[in-house]
């Protein structure tokens, strides 16, 4: 069992940037890949972002790849995606996920846990 809670969303102007944090409770936080998703009303959930569980491999979505980076830092049971030179179109619910697969989590959004996720707003 995995608890998954996101924060550092808001509101930011076009070019600016946000870090979002996913802090985790439960078992064994370190064992898990961990990724972030955005959602929009009327669209898919899509992945922006895995890593895998010693952060030797990660995955972006083409569109944010260069501007965001995620990282995980296991002793704090913290992920992190970190985004910059951000566009409205950026702009979305943003989850975080668990998954015991990193494989499944990028090619099938296989993830065993959620976030109840966190709004990003981009103004232009």
């Known amino acids: 069992q995995v608890q998954l809670v996101e924060s550092g969303g808001g509101l930011v102007q076009a070019g600016g940037s946000l870090r979002l944090s996913c802090a985790a409770s439960?078992?064994?936080?370190?064992?898990?890949?961990m990724g972030w998703f955005r959602q929009t009303p009327g669209k898919e959930r899509e992945l922006v972002a895995a890593?895998?569980?010693?952060?030797?491999?990660?995955d972006y979505l083409s569109s944010v790849k260069g501007r965001f980076s995620i990282s995980r830092d296991n002793a704090k049971n913290t992920s992190y995606l970190q985004m910059n030179s951000l566009k409205p179109e950026d702009t979305a619910v943003y989850y975080c996920?668990?998954?015991?697969?990193?494989?499944?989590?990028?090619?099938?959004?296989?993830?065993?846990?959620w976030g109840q996720g966190t709004q990003v707003t981009v103004s232009s």
């Open positions: 996920a668990a998954a015991s697969d990193f494989y499944a989590l990028v090619a099938r959004s296989g993830a065993n846990y």
């Open positions: 890593i895998n569980w010693n952060g030797r491999i990660t």
């Open positions: 439960g078992r064994t936080f370190s064992g898990y890949a």
